[in-house]
Every structure is written in structure tokens, then in C-alpha cells.
């Protein structure tokens, strides 16, 4: 089963060859207490040892599948399910340095039923998470 | 003397289910209350929802048998703001509670409660309700569900939504619409936790729904004749059986006056730190329970186990 906070220790990672990464990922648990359409996720940004990465720069993978800002928007079958991840990549020169850095979530979810001035709500997170690998 | 039906939604178990309970944990845990009763969120406990596996399928009849449960109400979404440029249209609507009848029918649930979106901080649902619910009523029918919108904070009983819910009824003759309560409408203390998801900003704006909207309990008598299924919405009970926030003591007398014999099915939304929803729940049917025994202690009838 998943760590109860949003962000994942284990996923946090970066990617690309060796020597020459290309950016980093970040796990996040779906943490709303129903499946949520990918539409329905209107972005998820993280704000890492101060520096942000918004949601329009980066790309969200589920399962196998991954997903532009753009694609998820419009993906109104495929769902996040309770008791999953999902995965954001985060485009960056080097990547991240190996060790503990502070790491923000927040996810802008759309939930319909909520009154128009709560569309979306930011569903935020905050914790400490560790690079392993340059 | 009527007898209230005892369950528990899994709702009370969110962040718990997916983390750090399986659901035959969960079921566990309701046989545990002493409940006859399960209602699940089609979405959040069917692990590839709207289609469950054959394996899925077998470990649900499994599990209902083991603990002697009937599936109550299967809880729905009708998201209508679907894009964010784009509304559902009706037929969309439609389909989406069609799908969800068909579903819940498979898994043997007798109610089906869809969760329109809304256009407003009334709660007022999108206008396609009226005709997506209509398009599904023969549906409903012959699958033997009656489809429940939720009358809910901060929506109160004696409100234009609820008086459009029961229009439509009227109007239709049907048997397969009617209303669920949640009893969140009736809380009169505000709230310190808020287990629904809470953000800052809905602390600092939604007042009147983290307060509490105070229905009187009087006003159940208006809508009664509907209501076939409540969800009993609370937030915290303390160690002497004192919910902090939903007056029980002036509920369970209204309802037992007025001869609710459906079920009471538990929804704990408070503090969602890891494993304190299961006592909590339990409480709250050692308290409920206690009323109703005290109630028809009082006036001449049976008194519950």
C-alpha cells in the first residue's frame, strides 16, 4: 500500500542518461476519496526547495500511459483510482542534486459538485523526500 | 413500533481504504458495528470502475456473504462540468446514470445516489438533472433502484432544489426518485476538522457550511414521505457518546415519530488521521442505538438489541 501523504518517497527520482539528466519525477498518491477523471485535474504544481515548476511545463504518467497539460484536460475516460499514484515529470538541465530536498504539491482538482468559487480547490502536500542518484 | 436499519457508507474510510485498509478490512469493520448494510462509492471501491472484473465480482458476493451484508445505496458522480470548457449535455447525463443503475443493479444495491454538479454556492444542480434522471426512470424501474439526490449542506429541506426534486416526483408518479437526507443539514455546532477535504480556502470562505446550515428537525416531517435511505453524516463523537456537532438526541426521536424505518447509514467526514474513522463510526451506532432503545423504551416498544 502507499505512504498516507500525497508525495511518495520512493518514485522521486531523476531521469535521462547519467551525467546528462533531463529532469525529475515525483510520485503523488491520488488522495480525493473518489476516482477522478484526468479532466477533472486541472494541473499539479510543485514547488521544490523554493524553486516552482508549474503544471503547464510538465507531464503527468499513469499507469503506462503519459499524459501533456493539454491531453489531460480533454481525457475524460481515463481515471486516477483511489488506492493509486500517479507520476509527474518534471523537465530540468541536471536534474536534481542527490539528497533530501523539501518538496510542495499542490493539486488542482475540479469537483463539480462544489460551488463555482471552488473550482478547482488546491489539494497541497509538503514534505521532505530524498534524491539517491546524480 | 418501526425500527431504523443499521449500515455504514465506506466514505467513513477514506483516506483509510487505499492506504492502510484493504476492503475486507472494511467490510470487517461494518459486520463489526452490528450493521446489515454496506454502501460503497462505485468509483472509489471497484478498482477498475465503471467495468469490474469477474475476479472483483466473485470476491464481492464473497465478502457479502462472509459477513452477512446487503448492499444499500451505491454512491455516484454525475460531473457536469466534465471539461473545463465543456458541460455535459443530456444525453451524456443520461448514459453516465444509466451506467451507474446498470452497475449497481449488477451488485444487487436497491438505491443509486447521483452527485449532479452544480451552478451555484446554493448547490442549485445543473439544469440536465431534471431530463438525464427522466430518460432513466423505466430504467430504474425495471432494475428495481430508486435513484436518491442528496439533500445536503449547505442546501437546506425547505429550499427551491429540494421543493424541484419533489416537482419532479409529483409530476412523474414515479417510485424510483426520491430523496436522500444527509444529516449534515442539521449540524449546529461549527466545525474544528472537516474530513471532506478542507483547503484554506474553503476555511476562510464556505462559513455558513462549516458552521452549520441548523435545520430543524421539525422540517424532516415536510419531506419524510420521500426520504427511503439517510446518510448520517457526522464529524466527531467523543469517550461519553457526545457528538459534538449533529444534535442526535433531537433526531432520532423527529425520525422515530415520524416512522423512518430505512437505514441510517453511517458517514464519519472528521479528522482523517490513520484508523480513527473505525472507532468513531462505531460510536456513532452505540449512541444512535442507545437513542432509539431510550425512545421506544419510552413509548411502549420494543427495545433493540
Known amino acids: ?71 489531460m484536460a480533454e481525457e475524460t475516460v481515463a481515471r486516477l483510482y483511489v488506492g493509486t499514484y500517479f507520476t509527474v515529470i518534471v523537465p530540468k538541465a541536471g536534474g536534481l542534486a542527490p539528497g533530501v530536498h523539501h518538496v510542495a504539491s499542490s493539486i488542482r482538482f475540479r469537483h463539480p459538485y462544489f460551488p463555482p468559487e471552488f473550482q478547482p480547490v488546491f489539494v497541497r502536500d509538503a514534505r521532505h523526500a530524498t534524491i539517491i542518484l546524480p | 413500533m418501526s425500527a431504523f436499519k443499521y449500515g455504514v457508507s465506506l466514505y467513513s474510510y477514506t483516506e483509510d481504504l487505499g492506504t492502510v485498509m484493504s476492503l475486507e478490512d472494511a467490510f470487517d469493520h461494518v459486520a463489526g458495528t452490528g ?17 469490474p472484473t469477474t475476479a ?18 451505491m454512491a455516484a458522480w454525475v460531473d457536469t ?29 436497491k438505491f443509486l445516489r447521483p452527485k449532479f454538479g452544480v451552478i451555484d454556492g446554493e448547490l442549485t444542480p445543473d439544469p440536465i438533472w431534471q431530463p438525464a434522471v427522466e430518460r432513466n426512470l423505466d430504467l430504474a424501474h425495471r432494475l428495481d ?29 414515479t417510485k424510483n426518485f426520491g430523496l436522500m437526507i444527509d444529516t449534515g443539514i442539521f449540524q449546529d ?36 414521505q420521500y426520504v427511503p435511505f439517510i446518510q448520517a453524516k457526522f464529524h466527531h463523537i467523543d469517550e461519553n457518546l457526545h457528538d459534538h456537532h449533529i444534535p442526535w438526541d433531537r433526531i432520532v426521536p423527529m425520525l422515530k415519530k ?37 425512545y421506544d423504551a419510552a413509548h411502549g416498544g420494543n427495545v433493540h438489541a
Open chain 2, 81 to 109: 462540468r466534465i471539461t473545463i470548457g465543456r458541460n455535459m449535455s443530456v444525453e451524456e447525463g443520461a448514459a453516465q446514470i444509466a451506467q451507474d443503475l446498470r452497475l449497481a443493479h449488477r451488485l444487487g444495491f
Open chain 2, 258 to 294: 415520524l416512522g423512518y424505518a430505512g437505514y441510517l447509514s453511517s458517514e464519519y467526514e472528521g479528522a482523517r488521521d490513520p484508523w480513527v474513522s473505525i472507532e468513531q463510526v462505531r460510536r456513532q451506532h452505540a449512541l444512535i442505538r442507545k437513542l432509539e432503545a431510550e
Open chain 2, 189 to 224: 455546532r461549527p466545525l474544528n476538522k472537516w474530513g471532506g477535504g478542507e483547503t484554506d480556502e474553503i476555511r476562510k470562505k464556505a462559513l455558513s457550511f462549516l458552521n452549520g446550515i441548523k435545520v430543524p428537525v421539525e422540517h424532516l416531517a415536510d419531506v419524510i
Open chain 1, 1 to 71: 500500500m502507499l505512504e498516507r501523504s500525497h508525495i511518495q518517497s520512493t518514485g522521486f527520482h531523476n531521469i535521462g542518461p547519467v551525467g546528462a539528466r533531463t529532469g525529475f519525477e515525483v510520485r503523488i498518491r491520488q488522495p480525493n476519496y473518489r476516482s477522478s477523471r484526468l479532466s477533472l485535474i486541472e494541473g499539479v504544481d510543485l514547488v521544490i526547495d523554493g524553486v516552482e515548476y508549474p503544471a503547464e511545463q510538465g507531464r503527468i504518467r499513469v499507469g503506462d500511459r503519459e499524459y501533456s497539460h493539454a491531453e
Open chain 2, 56 to 73: 472483483w465480482l466473485d470476491s464481492w458476493f464473497a465478502l457479502l456473504d462472509r459477513y452477512q451484508l446487503e448492499p444499500t445505496n
Open chain 2, 145 to 173: 433502484i430508486v435513484i436518491l439526490p442528496e439533500i445536503h449542506s449547505p442546501t437546506p429541506i425547505k429550499h427551491p432544489v429540494t421543493d424541484a426534486y419533489i416537482a419532479f416526483i409529483e409530476r412523474t408518479g
Open chain 2, 35 to 51: 450493521s446489515t448494510g454496506i454502501e460503497i462509492l462505485g468509483e472509489t471501491s471497484i478498482p477498475t470502475y465503471p467495468e
